[in-house]
Nanobody
Framework: VQLQASGGGLVQAGGSLRLSCAASGRTFNKHAMGWFRQAPGKEREFVASISWSDGSTNYADSVKGRFTISRDNAGNTVYLQMNSLKPEDTANYYC???????????????WGKGTLVTVSS
């Protein structure tokens, strides 16, 4: 599986952005997909995930109610809609895929390159 993330940029606090992650590879539909983020000087942290089987989703507490993850199996693309953005959401956002069910950075099978999101106050 190869992952290509896009959609980052600069936005004011309270604004919105949508990230996209295009996946390629024959086993895409057998992998759960998700997003992590990493701010300068901090560890990479889980943001959101979506299962490959039933589309169930999970979110970090810090983004619940503001971010929405979705996937288009036909189009091999995962999206992260980010609303009500805050300065503390500023980070590099990484698309991830795993054949397992644990969303720890150390257990992820595939990573995309990061896309930078900057939220100004």
């Amino acid at each position: 599986v190869q992952l290509q993330a896009s959609g980052g940029g600069l936005v004011q606090a309270g604004g919105s952005l949508r990230l996209s992650c295009a996946a390629s590879g024959r086993t895409f539909n057998k992998h759960a997909m998700g997003w992590f983020r990493q701010a300068p000087g901090k560890e990479r942290e889980f943001v959101a995930s979506i299962s490959w089987s039933d589309g169930s989703t999970n979110y970090a507490d810090s983004v619940k109610g503001r971010f929405t993850i979705s996937r288009d199996n036909a189009g091999n693309t995962v999206y992260l809609q980010m609303n009500s953005l805050k300065p503390e959401d500023t980070a590099n956002y990484y698309c991830a895929a795993t054949a397992g069910s644990t969303w720890l950075a150390s257990t992820i099978n595939y990573w995309g390159k990061g896309t930078l999101v900057t939220v100004s106050s």
